[in-house]
């Protein structure tokens, strides 16, 4: 079974920048979607931004020109860049893994494809 992996995730204060990084125990650069979802305390879980094999990007538009997702293929890694930071963004952010292409888009993916853990984010005001 595939496993996903979150890591980048921490502290900073309001205006910062974080990068989470998305690995799988096999290889992410076979799922044909990959897409960075959160859910912050007492929230239900909600798309950020996702990515396509193909390089189709898709946003939340809370996070349209602060985030941006990419990709390296070479080192099989997927990046979620997280600039000007705002206490709102605090969330525990999963990734998910889906053959799917147009999973990008999916507000609620399902279980079909792996998920991650999550790791923690938390912006101070």
């Known amino acids: 079974q595939v496993q996903l992996m979150e890591s980048g995730g921490g502290l900073v204060q309001a205006g910062g920048s974080l990068r989470l990084s998305c690995t799988a125990s096999?290889?992410?650069?076979?799922?044909?979607?990959v897409v960075w979802y959160r859910q912050a305390p007492g929230k239900q879980r909600e798309l950020v931004a996702g990515?396509?094999?193909?390089?189709?990007?898709n946003y939340a538009e809370a996070v349209k020109g602060r985030f941006t997702v990419s990709r390296d293929s070479a080192i099989d890694t997927v990046y979620l860049q997280m600039n000007s930071l705002k206490p709102e963004d605090t969330a525990v952010y999963y990734c998910?893994?889906?053959?799917?292409?147009?999973?990008?888009?999916?507000?609620?993916?399902?279980?079909?494809?792996?998920w991650g853990q999550g790791t923690q984010v938390t912006v101070s005001s």
């Open positions: 096999t290889s992410i650069n076979s799922f044909n979607a």
């Open positions: 990515i396509s094999s193909g390089g189709d990007t």
């Open positions: 998910h893994a889906d053959p799917d292409p147009f999973t990008i888009y999916a507000l609620d993916p399902g279980n079909f494809g792996p």
